[in-house]
């Protein structure tokens, strides 16, 4: 979608080792989320951010991290990936004006399979 | 905690058959109620948001409503480009703008 991108769209990797997941935005929006996407759960928040290095942690928060430097980068980092955190996983940038409260705008996503 | 249920899991039409899809919600405070759709292998893309209840919003054969507990996603003579997963959330006001998502319909339009 325009003026939100994820990185990569796939990835297989293997068990213990550290991933990392990148969204950039170029709309300057202030809130950034992660989160996860599994068939019989849906959208479930891991970490969100609501300014640069402001971060805090979602529903399903364990085992990943965040980082915030700049305001069109979030990072998310698998520490030692495990199966179950094979999923899809999606950014999204929030409006934070209540006159444009469309809530969010989502990347493309990204396949993260663990083997 | 802020809960949102959505019924049914997945709903099969024909082509101009109407229905509609049921989104039931807990929150504390409702800040909004917003509806999204999803194509295979695509993020969630936005609908409606809705604000208090009694309130509605009309989208080409898409009309969402919202009362105090629940919201409908009423689809007038589908076509078979309406297939797509629709997702609801829900919105507290307090909290960071977080939205809390329900499991999603599945919707099929068979020519």
């Known amino acids: 979608d325009a003026g939100i991108t994820q990185s990569p769209r796939h990835k297989v990797t293997e068990t213990g080792t550290p991933v990392t997941l990148r969204c950039h935005q170029t709309e300057n929006h202030r809130y950034m989320y992660w989160y996860r996407q599994d068939p019989g759960h849906g959208l479930r928040l891991i970490h969100y951010?609501?300014?640069?290095?402001?971060?805090d942690k979602g529903e399903v928060s364990d085992g990943y991290s965040v980082s915030r430097s700049k305001t069109e980068d979030f990072l998310l980092t698998l520490e030692s990936a495990t199966s179950s955190q094979t999923s899809v996983y999606f950014c999204?940038?929030?409006?934070?004006?209540?006159?444009?409260?469309?809530?969010?705008?989502f990347g493309s996503g990204t396949r993260l399979t663990v083997v | 905690e802020d809960q949102v249920t959505q019924s049914p899991e997945a709903l099969r039409l024909q082509e101009g058959e109407s229905s509609s899809l049921n989104c039931s919600y807990t929150?504390?405070?409702?800040?909004?109620l917003f509806w999204y759709r999803q194509d295979p292998g695509k993020g969630p893309e936005f609908l409606f948001t809705?604000?208090?209840a009694g309130e509605e919003k009309e989208k080409e054969r898409l009309k969402a409503t919202l009362t105090k507990k629940e919201s409908f996603l009423h689809i007038t003579a589908p076509k078979p480009e309406d297939s797509a997963t629709y997702l609801c959330a829900v919105q507290a006001g307090g909290s960071n703008y977080k939205l809390t998502f329900g499991k999603g319909t599945l919707l099929t339009v068979n020519p």
């Open positions: 929150v504390s405070g409702l800040r909004g």
């Open positions: 809705l604000y208090s």
């Open positions: 951010s609501y300014g640069v290095k402001d971060t």
């Open positions: 999204a940038i929030g409006a934070d004006r209540a006159e444009a409260n469309y809530g969010y705008t």
